[in-house]
Structure formats: structure tokens, C-alpha cells
């Protein structure tokens, strides 16, 4: 990448995060619908000026609970670009720059990490979103892997946790599980480019993405799975992992049922 098309994408991503400053105060006011679609253009043209092609497939939920791999900070703009929804993210990301006053005004569902029995209320409120109509997007990973198992090096997360499956049983909500990958837009090779593991810094990382040549994100929207009455929540959570790591969108319409939960 040339130093004056690395500036050029720079120039563009700093506007767009000014843009969400001012989409920050816009949002509490705007009706459910404008909201959503200011979201999606405000992700959506982020990712561009990123110089990253978003390709989605299947259809775009409109509720339940969303549930996705997590591979790096990239992953939120795509979800959002595709599904906007209330995320669920750690209490830190308020404090953090441009793009925290814009988190707290989409109305992000925020965590603290260090106090685990604050998990019954934050449920709660997932479950009080979920019953209202709204979509809620979580990572249940909970942390960032390399991003693909079919990448070199690479192998998937260390599972789904299964707590915030549970407001989604409590609302009587789908789960609605989607694939993140990158990779190459010319060879179609999958790529660690954007994962955000190990060592990695945040500016490390995002001068990484800005330099990438052809670097695609495609998220894969599969059949919801809806939760019967009592359902296992963990059990639910393995049947949400396997099909965000079989990475094969399955088309809305077909419905499996059986081991309390239908698909």
C-alpha cells in the first residue's frame, strides 16, 4: 500500500468516527427505524473507508439474539453494517474515544467483567430488549481468537459461554447465529489480516487493516434457532457454536426441530 492511498483511508476513517460523534447526539431521538438505518450507513461506510468489501449473506434478522464468532474489533462495524443491534460489549468501551459516546447512544448493553454477579441483571436487561422487539448482538466467546480455523495457524474459540442464552430463553426470543470470516477478495484465501489476538495493540491492529490489500469480511446470517420453554441454555449455546463454526449459512426457511430448541 503507498503511503499516499494508506493516508487517503486514514483521512477517511478519521471522518467517519467524527460523523459517528455527531451520529451520537442524533441517535436517542430518531424513531426505531431511522436509528437502525442510520447505524447500518454510518457501519457500513466505515468499513469502506477502512478499504475493506463487506459481503453479506442470508437474510438480515430483524430480532432475537444475535450470536457470532469473534475474531477482531473490525467484527462489530460488520455485524452492525449488516444487523444493527444493541451490542453487548465491556464497561471500558464507554471511556473509549469517538467511539464510546456513540456505543452508550445506540444503547449498548455494557459489562463489567470484574464483577460476576452483576451477570443476573445484565441477562435481564438483554431479556427486557429481547421482549421489546429489539436485536441484541453478543460475542459469546467473550475475547478475540486468530478468527478461522480454515486459516493457516489457525483453529476456532474456546467455545460458547452460555450465560446470556438465557435471556433468550427467557423471552421467548430467537437465537440467531452468524459467521464472521476474512479473507482475500482476489484469491478468495481466508486471512488473519484483521484478527486482533495475542500481542496485538489496537493501533497495531488497525494500521494492519488499513494497509491490507483486497481484504473482504463476509457475514453469513444463519437459520434462527428458537429456544422451547426451559430450554438448556448451554445446550443451546453448543447448537449455536456448531453452526457459527460449520461456517455455512443456512438458508432461513428450513426448520429442524428436536433436543428442545428448533431450528
Known amino acids: 500500500m503507498s503511503p499516499a492511498r494508506l493516508l487517503a483511508r486514514l483521512l477517511a ?18 424513531p426505531a427505524g431511522a436509528r437502525a438505518a442510520a447505524i447500518r450507513g454510518w457501519a457500513r461506510w466505515t468499513v469502506r473507508a477502512f478499504g475493506v468489501r ?8 430483524r430480532r432475537g439474539l444475535l450470536v457470532a464468532n469473534h475474531a477482531s ?17 465491556k464497561r471500558e468501551v464507554r471511556s473509549w474515544p469517538l467511539v464510546g459516546p456513540l456505543a452508550v447512544a445506540a444503547g449498548t448493553v ?7 454477579r452483576d451477570l443476573p441483571a445484565t441477562v435481564a436487561r438483554v431479556a427486557a430488549a429481547l421482549r421489546a422487539g ?8 467473550g475475547t478475540t ?10 483453529r476456532p474459540g474456546r467455545g460458547f459461554r452460555p450465560a446470556l442464552f438465557q435471556a433468550a430463553i427467557d423471552a421467548g426470543a430467537p437465537v440467531v447465529p452468524l459467521r464472521i470470516g476474512y479473507r482475500c ?20 491492529s488497525v494500521r494492519r487493516v488499513l494497509a491490507a490489500r483486497d481484504l473482504e469480511v463476509r457475514v453469513s446470517v444463519s437459520a434462527a434457532l428458537h429456544p422451547v420453554r426451559g430450554a438448556d441454555r448451554r445446550l443451546l ?7 457459527v463454526h460449520l461456517a455455512v449459512a443456512t438458508p432461513p426457511a428450513r426448520r429442524r426441530r428436536g433436543l428442545g430448541l428448533a431450528a
Open 110 to 116: 455494557l459489562v463489567d467483567r470484574s464483577r460476576p
Open 73 to 89: 474489533w473490525l467484527d462489530v462495524l460488520a455485524l452492525l453494517a449488516v444487523a444493527p443491534a444493541r451490542m453487548v460489549a
Open 185 to 204: 477478495a482476489v484469491t478468495g484465501v481466508p486471512t488473519t489480516a484483521a484478527a486482533f489476538v495475542g500481542d496485538d495493540d489496537l493501533l497495531r
Open 134 to 141: 429489539r436485536p441484541v448482538a453478543v460475542f459469546p466467546e
Open 54 to 61: 463487506l459481503v453479506a449473506r442470508g437474510r438480515p434478522p
Open 237 to 243: 449455546a453448543r447448537a449455536a457454536e456448531s453452526v
Open 145 to 154: 481468537w486468530c478468527g478461522t480455523a480454515d486459516a493457516v495457524g489457525c
Open 13 to 30: 476513517v478519521l471522518g467517519m468516527l467524527a460523523a459517528g460523534t455527531g451520529l451520537a447526539v442524533l441517535l436517542p431521538v430518531l
